[in-house]
């Protein structure tokens, strides 16, 4: 499902328009990024799951054209951990 399909699926759901729809999905992703830019940053939606930023540590890696060892660097990676509901309705 792209982004447009989801605020077209999320205006007839909520008997909105599109351009409502699209505002409130712009807004929930702005909130959701801000959140997780904090420091323990984390968002829990009951339910639904739990977005929480960890820190990956420096790896050694290989590229794989050449086979010739790379150093990647530490980052920060957002990790999605489903709740029940979710789990259970797949």
């Known amino acids: ?4 399909e989801l ?3 999320m205006a007839k759901d909520a008997g ?3 351009v409502a729809a699209a505002a409130t999905l712009n807004s929930f992703m702005t909130n959701v990024t801000k959140a997780l830019k904090k420091k323990n940053g984390k968002v829990t939606l009951v339910g639904f ?7 990956r540590k420096a790896r050694k890696g290989r590229n794989p054209q050449t086979g ?3 150093k990647i660097k530490a980052c920060n990676v957002v ?3 489903p709740g029940k ?3 259970d309705a797949i």
């Open 7 to 9: 605020v077209e699926k």
């Open 1 to 4: 499902m792209t982004k447009a």
């Open 68 to 70: 010739d060892p790379i």
């Open 85 to 87: 509901k979710l789990k």
């Open 49 to 55: 799951g739990t977005f929480a930023k960890t820190r």
């Open 16 to 18: 909105i328009s599109k």
């Open 79 to 81: 990790k999605f951990r």
